[in-house]
């Protein structure tokens, strides 16, 4: 995968970027070295642009190592990801909605939707791109309400999520 930051298309006006988001929804160059809080994208404009048009790769370039893209009008920002596209960080006050990534965007909480995989990781139904059904919700957030699922004795599997006081049955 050879790439330039900013390269333009040959005979086009389109220009290119690259970028990574991690486990934990930071927002990466895909080429910096560094990949900690520090190094990520913290612009609220550009967070909330970027996040608001991923969508799938069908451009024709680079769809193998980018399987997600960002149009922003003569620019193409190509994303790769460690999980998902979009990764929940954290919810509003009031546990209603989950914040994407570091943006202020916000998608609706729907506690039914949580599921969990074999290594621990948790996800919440996918908002906003077709085709995709879950994203995955960050380790920060996931060890924050770790505690509140319910667990079946006999396979280890989450059934039910304790959401104000009541718990609610896991159906996705």
């Known amino acids: 995968m050879l790439y330039k930051q900013g390269q333009q298309i040959i005979g086009n006006r389109i220009r290119e970027y690259f970028y990574y988001v991690n486990h934990n929804g930071f927002l990466f160059l895909d080429d910096s070295r560094m990949k900690n809080f520090t190094a990520s994208y913290k612009d609220l404009d550009f967070l909330n642009f970027f996040y608001s048009r991923v969508k799938e790769n069908t451009t024709g370039r680079y769809q193998d190592s980018f399987p997600f893209v960002s149009p922003c009008g003569i620019e193409r920002n190509y994303l790769r990801c460690d999980d998902t596209p979009i990764v929940y960080t954290e919810f509003d006050k009031n546990e209603e909605k989950l914040r994407v990534g570091e943006s202020t965007i916000y998608h609706d909480f729907e506690p039914s939707s949580l599921s969990m995989s074999s290594s621990g990781r948790v996800y919440h139904k996918s908002q906003g791109i077709p085709g995709i059904q879950k994203f995955l919700v960050s380790d920060k957030l996931t060890d ?29």
């Open 144 to 172: 924050s309400i770790f505690h509140r699922f319910e667990f079946e004795k006999n396979t280890g599997n989450p059934i039910r999520f304790l959401y104000r006081g009541k718990y609610v049955d896991l159906i996705y």
